[in-house]
């Protein structure tokens, strides 16, 4: 399986980016996938995370009630709808799926200006 991000940038304070995470592959082994961040310095944490039908969705409660997680699995593709951004969201994103192994993309960098 191959994760690709897309989305990040620069955005200020406030506004909103739409990270997306294509899948291809064995995508059908695929289960639980998730976003994670790191920012500099820190460790990588997770950010949300969805199961396989979309029906169950998790957030962290720094991200909860701004972000929303979803997928399309007929087109084998996650998203990260990031709104009111604030400057402590700044940090490479990473995609993250679960099918008998743990699969990660290669990140994409979201930096939110004050």
């Known amino acids: 399986v191959q994760l690709v991000e897309s989305g990040g940038g620069l955005a200020q304070a406030g506004g909103s980016l739409r990270l997306s995470c294509a899948a291809s592959g064995s995508t059908f082994s695929i289960n639980v996938m998730g976003w994670y961040r790191q920012a500099p310095g820190k460790q990588r944490e997770l950010v949300a995370a969805?199961?396989?039908?979309?029906?169950?969705?998790n957030y962290a409660d720094s991200v909860k009630g701004r972000f929303t997680i979803s997928r399309d699995n007929a087109k084998n593709t996650m998203y990260l709808q990031m709104n009111r951004l604030k400057p402590e969201d700044t940090a490479v994103y990473y995609c993250?799926?679960?099918?008998?192994?743990?699969?990660w993309g290669k990140g994409t960098l979201v930096t939110v200006s004050s």
């Open positions: 969805i199961s396989r039908g979309g029906g169950t969705t």
């Open positions: 993250g799926a679960r099918g008998g192994m743990d699969y």
